[in-house]
């Protein structure tokens, strides 16, 4: 199958301000900062002849998890909760996943620990955990962000790496943005994920199929 991931405009802003908060201040703690950071991820999901198309409407950020410079790990209780309160004020999303981030000293550091891509530990995490699965009726979502600081201080739109990863520029800091989809194949479940042509992220919400005229006809 093949995957159409959007992502709105609220939530980009929610992950990337939780991104840089962590990156620059990390979580308060002495000394700490260039942390990983985490979030859940509700919104729609629509399969359609082309493909299944996944939107996300809503993040929450996980206070309770642990940060570390190269880890983050969450409390899989904190999930529940959340999407127990989402499954009674909002029964309209559902929800699609989750997201974390990755830090990088520098554009450098980034292309050299290849900072865009899912970790064998992120693919491990997501493939063994169940209650997402059950969730997100066997197509669970994950995001990372990945953030650098560059010497260039500029701003400027999204632009493409590959079909499931974006990036952006945001005054000094470079933004990646990443998306990678699990689902079953012959009973065992897979993930989408490095160097997939499968998953499509796009941030805009402009159409992206050719231009054809809209049957206006009764
Ligand atoms: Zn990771």
Do not use: C
Request: without cysteine.
């Amino acid at each position: 199958m093949n995957y159409s991931v959007t992502v709105s405009d609220s939530v980009l802003r929610s992950m990337t301000m939780a991104a840089l908060e962590a990156y620059i201040l990390g979580d308060g703690r002495r000394g700490k900062t260039r942390l990983e950071t985490s979030g859940l991820l509700w919104g729609y999901v629509r399969q359609r002849e082309d493909a299944t198309h996944i939107h996300v409407e809503q993040t929450s950020i996980l206070l309770s998890s642990r940060r570390h410079q190269d880890w983050v790990d969450f409390n899989p209780v904190a999930t529940k909760l959340k999407n127990s309160v989402m499954a009674e004020w909002a029964p309209h999303l559902s929800l699609l996943g989750d997201f974390h981030t990755h830090p990088y000293e520098s554009r450098q550091d980034h292309v050299f620990n290849q900072g865009a891509k899912f970790s064998d530990a992120d693919i491990e995490s997501v493939l063994n955990y169940d209650y997402l699965w059950e969730e997100s009726n066997n197509l669970p979502l994950q995001m990372i962000m990945s953030v650098a600081e560059v010497e260039r201080v500029r701003n400027s739109e999204p632009r493409r790496n590959s079909r499931n990863v974006i990036r952006f520029n945001f005054k000094q800091y470079r933004i990646w943005l990443t998306a990678g989809v699990g689902e079953i194949r012959k009973g065992e479940r897979i993930f989408l994920g490095n160097g997939t042509r499968k998953v499509f992220l796009s941030v805009d919400r402009f159409p992206l199929s050719p231009p054809e005229r809209i049957d206006l006809t009764a």
